[in-house]
Nanobody
Framework: QVQLVESGGGLVQPGGSLRLSCAAS????????MGWYRQVPGKERELVAS???????NYVDAVKGRFTISRDNAKNTVYLQMNNLKPEDTAVYYC???????????????WGKGTLVTVSS
């Protein structure tokens, strides 16, 4: 059974920083793409940033220059460093991972349960 567990959310003032972490546990062959999504009530979940197993990163325009995604493949962990946070970044942030269970096998997508980030003075 694979689990993704996020941590690092909380309340921060505008202009502040937070670092989110997401660790994958369980038995599997490898993890391909990992990513962070966010969702606010009444809106669809949106991609914030993603990173390939080779460390190629992609960001939504709204966070470029402020957020940095990274991963530690040895720890099966993905991070999201969020700087210069704005009130519009307030959301529940979800971790996502595409996991492979055997060589040349297909991917299965897993989600974390989410961590709340609130940006407010």
């Amino acid at each position: 059974q694979v689990q993704l567990v996020e941590s690092g959310g909380g309340l921060v003032q505008p202009g502040g920083s937070l670092r989110l972490s997401c660790a994958a546990s369980g038995t599997f062959f490898s993890i391909n793409d990992m990513g962070w999504y966010r969702q606010v009530p009444g809106k669809e979940r949106e991609l914030v940033a993603s990173i390939t197993i080779g460390n190629f990163a992609n960001y939504v325009d709204a966070v470029k220059g402020r957020f940095t995604i990274s991963r530690d493949n040895a720890k099966n962990t993905v991070y999201l460093q969020m700087n210069n946070l704005k009130p519009e970044d307030t959301a529940v942030y979800y971790c996502n991972a595409r996991i492979v269970f055997r060589a040349f096998g297909s991917e299965i997508t897993y989600w974390g349960k989410g961590t709340l980030v609130t940006v407010s003075s």
